[in-house]
């Protein structure tokens, strides 16, 4: 039986498609009853396996209702049966599973691998009654500072904890070397980390080895600079021999002679394109019109033999020796890793848990090499079909686990199916694996044979959309394998591996392009790419934020609600940027015809919301009636919600203007009763629930102070 495998890409139905693979396995059973509970449906997120249980437990009700009529004659079909046998087979299927929910196995892969693990506790090496720890950030802090609180009564550690603060001093970074203990520390829950053979783990444990390397790594570097610098210092030397300057040559400072003050600066080793191209090229030391050309013409034979000793060190020696410096920069931590990977044991030991991150590397313990490894029969697994979703985001630990499983049911003649895009891999923080899909499987499995599927229609997007995606992908495809290719001839590999590098991002993305459905709108869509060069007087950044507020009102000028725009970034400040250029816009501008106000992830946080730092501000106010910034704030807040037209209009006369005598007396009032009277005296004299926008983060600002208050 061959191993069926769908490339689906995004929006081409493969939720739709997968529940109907479900069926057609399901309806097939003799045992309708059962027959159900020898299929494993395994995703990787629980939002998209109660996605899938939702969208099989509704195809059988369209099914036996008879509202599914293609799917039910495709069904009807294929099992070579009428179509109300059918709709009773939908209906027989879905009490099945509804009086036996339990073994509907839609699960995801960690679910599985713990269900396995259950029945192998004590080969596990766990104690009975452990639970599984989801927030492995808690078991890691505890074990960080176990790290400091250790160094105390060690004499190395202590040792590798103060070069690492010396580290972050010299580095100019806080004495604090917990950050970057959290941050090495999440390395000990990843899979490159937990498959480390057992003697390389041994050597990370073992601070004497790590001292030979690190002063190794030293040494190298050392050497290195001293070489270059060495270099730089000569030619420097004889620069100033022959009356020269750098400012005599061609380029200045920016061409070849600025690249030997780099050298002797020690600022910067790696050869620019200026160096590489006046090597043996006495035109490019110096310009057309130079008054000091015979003069460098004189030193060019000792310059010329120079650079050549710095190009020839740099390419021999260049990769070594930056590869020797991101090494140190991140030894000290890499000292201490051993270290916090035993407090984490030993913490999970003592409380009886194992992390999830664990599960996996216990279960490949478990079956080592074996081809059809007895643990699965003995936890009793009594599944027939296997069905991954995602595959594209399989690690290479959680392949180790689940391919006999496959390949014991392929052997029995079950059919069995893997669904995946290696465009969609987005998992590799969680060491998925996009090659897996790419082209392991087709070797892993090449015994059995590989029966590829495309589902090619786009079911989402108008046509417009789809055409851009396909002309991008086909190109930046293209674009990447001749890059990837244009090293390749730089670097001896073995030809094994290159010829599968020559061809590996044109293949991986073979499939990329996609057709219409059927209801796709050929017409409709619209798509624009703009590239941002920054200027000398702007950054990229500074000249996105200045255009985004035209940008919006235009789209909204066309047509469109303001709940359809969505502005996506990279990183989170640069969402508060957005949000705050809007705010400023918004409020400088005199535009009322569109709006500007931002949803994001900031937003929604209740210190954030305009109308929770009004009630602090009045509440500060209250305690501190001297506090001027506080009273400006909340009077300025109070004016936009009572007269927005007049602040927008002359903003100058309201931060001048005070609060009344009667408002002033009534915040005065609030420091003489308890905070939760305050909260509601204040929202009442001010008549702050007016706002629909408003009333959930006073609700919870309620919360907030009721708990405080009973504490």
């Known amino acids: 039986m061959e191993l069926t495998v769908y490339k689906a890409s995004a929006g081409s139905g493969k939720t739709y498609m ?72 939908a209906l027989d299927v879905r009490t099945a599973i509804l009086h036996d929910y339990s073994h509907f196995s839609v699960v995801t892969i960690d679910r599985f691998f713990q269900q396995i693990l259950q029945a192998f506790v004590r080969e596990a090496g766990l104690r009975p009654g452990y639970t599984v720890e989801l927030d492995t950030n808690r078991l890691l802090e505890d074990a960080v500072v176990k790290v400091l609180d250790d160094a105390g009564n060690d004499k190395a550690l202590r040792s590798w904890i103060v070069r690492l603060t010396e580290d972050n001093i010299d580095n100019g970074k806080s004495w604090d070397v917990l950050p970057r203990l959290r941050s090495i520390g999440q390395e000990i829950f990843k899979e490159s980390y937990l498959y480390f053979s057992p003697s390389f783990r041994e050597k990370l444990a073992d601070k004497t080895i790590l001292e030979k390397y690190l002063r190794d790594i030293l040494q190298l570097i050392k050497d290195f600079e001293g070489s270059m610098k060495a270099i730089g210092t000569r030619a420097i030397s004889y620069i100033e021999l022959y009356g020269l300057s750098v400012s005599d040559f061609k380029n200045k400072e ?35 019109n130079s008054d000091k050309s015979s003069e460098i013409n004189s030193a060019f034979f000792e310059l010329n033999n120079l650079l050549n000793e710095a190009l020839s060190l740099w390419d021999e020696k260049g990769i070594l020796y930056n590869t020797a410096n ?13 270290d916090i990977s035993r407090n984490v044991q030993q913490i999970a030991n003592e409380e009886n848990i194992l992390p999830i991150s664990s599960s996996g590397y216990l279960l490949s313990q478990l079956i080592g090499e074996s081809e059809t490894p007895f643990i699965y029969e003995k936890a009793g697994v009594q599944y027939n079909h296997f069905m991954i979703d995602e595959f594209q985001d399989t690690s290479v630990g959680q392949w180790r686990n ?53 589902l090619d229609s786009n079911w989402r997007s108008d046509g417009v959309v789809i055409q851009y995606n396909n002309e991008l992908f086909s190109r930046l495809a293209k674009t990447l394998q001749a890059n990837i290719n244009d090293e390749l001839n730089s670097v001896s590999i073995p030809s094994e591996k290159r010829e599968l590098l020559q061809s590996m991002v044109e293949t991986a993305y073979s499939t990329a392009r996609q057709q219409f459905s059927p209801k796709t709108a050929t017409d409709k869509g619209y798509v624009s790419l703009k590239l941002i060069e920054e200027t000398e007087e702007k950054k990229s950044t500074e000249i996105v934020l200045e255009e985004l507020p035209l940008l919006i009102a235009d789209l909204q000028d066309r047509g469109y609600k303001p709940s359809d725009i969505a502005i996506l970034v990279r990183r989170g400040i640069e969402g508060q940027q957005v949000a705050d250029t809007l705010l400023s816009y918004k409020q400088l501008s005199k535009d009322n015809t569109h709006c500007y106000d931002v949803v994001s992830q900031d937003s929604l946080f209740i210190a954030n919301a305009t109308i929770v730092k009004l009630i602090i501000s009045i509440f500060r ?47 005065k009032s609030l420091s003489d009763v308890s905070l939760l009277d305050a909260f509601d005296l204040t929202i009442q004299y001010f008549h702050l629930n007016e706002r629909s926008e408003d009333i959930p983060f006073l609700q919870e600002l309620h919360d907030v102070i009721l708990k405080i208050s009973s504490d």
Not at 28 to 42: E, M
Not at 258 to 264: D, I, M, V
Request: positive net charge; charged residues 20%.
């Open 326 to 338: 991101v090494l140190y920069k991140n030894f000290m931590l890499l000292g201490l890793l051993s």
């Open 254 to 288: 920016k061409g070849v002679i600025g690249y030997f003050a780099k050298l002797k600066a020690g600022k910067d080793y790696e050869p620019t394109k200026r160096a590489y191209s006046a090597l043996g090229t006495p035109e490019e030391w110096y310009s057309k």
């Open 402 to 454: 689940f391919r006999p499983l496959l390949d014991n049911s392929l052997a029995e003649g079950y059919k069995n199916m893997v669904v995946g895009d290696v465009k969609q891999s987005i998992y590799r923080w969680r060491n998925g694996d996009w090659r897996i899909l790419g082209y392991q499987l087709n070797h892993d499995f090449s015994a059995w044979g590989i029966n590829e599927l495309e």
């Open 621 to 667: 106010l209250a305690l501190n009636p001297s506090d001027r910034i506080s009273e400006v704030y909340a009077h300025l807040e109070l004016a936009k919600r009572q007269n927005p037209s007049t602040v927008s209009s002359n903003p100058h006369q309201v931060l001048s203007s005070n609060f009344s005598n009667d408002d002033l007396q009534f915040i």
């Open 18 to 89: 997968l529940a109907s693979e479900y069926l057609r396995l399901a309806l097939a059973k003799p045992n309708i009853q059962r027959g159900f509970r020898s299929i494993l449906a395994v995703t990787f997120t629980n939002k998209a396996t109660e996605e899938m249980k939702s969208r099989i437990l509704s195809l059988l009700h369209n099914i036996a209702n008879g509202s599914q009529q293609d799917l039910t004659n495709e069904l009807a079909k294929r099992m070579k049966c009428s179509i109300a046998t059918v709709q009773q087979k």
